[in-house]
């Protein structure tokens, strides 16, 4: 069973930046494509941006040109760096690999 810890988020003002980790720990092994998942008050759990094993990646369309998922495959992490934050992107943020879910972390954008 693998765990994943989500860490970085905060309360940013728009306009800001954050990154985002989510560290994997537990019975790894093979690399697994890692999604970057938020989910907003009263709104359904929405994909940001996913990283597959062979490097591509994939983004929602409210995040491209802004957001940009990376990953270190030999310190089993995963990072979401978030630039031009907007209020609209306060969320909880999860992510979600190896048939694993975060507990998430809170990214909060004041206007």
């Known amino acids: 069973q693998v765990q994943l810890v989500e860490s970085g988020g905060g309360l940013v003002q728009a306009g800001g930046s954050l990154r985002l980790s989510c560290a994997a720990s537990?019975?790894?092994?093979?690399?697994?494509?890692v999604g970057w998942y938020r989910q907003a008050p009263g709104k359904q759990r929405e994909l940001v941006a996913a990283?597959?094993?062979?490097?591509?990646?994939n983004y929602g369309d409210s995040v491209k040109g802004r957001f940009t998922i990376s990953r270190d495959n030999a310190k089993n992490t995963v990072y979401l760096q978030m630039t031009s934050l907007k209020p609209e992107d306060t969320a909880v943020y999860y992510c979600n690999g190896w048939n694993s879910w975060g507990q998430g972390t809170q990214v909060t954008v004041s206007s």
């Open positions: 990283i597959f094993s062979g490097g591509s990646t």
């Open positions: 537990g019975s790894i092994f093979r690399i697994s494509a």
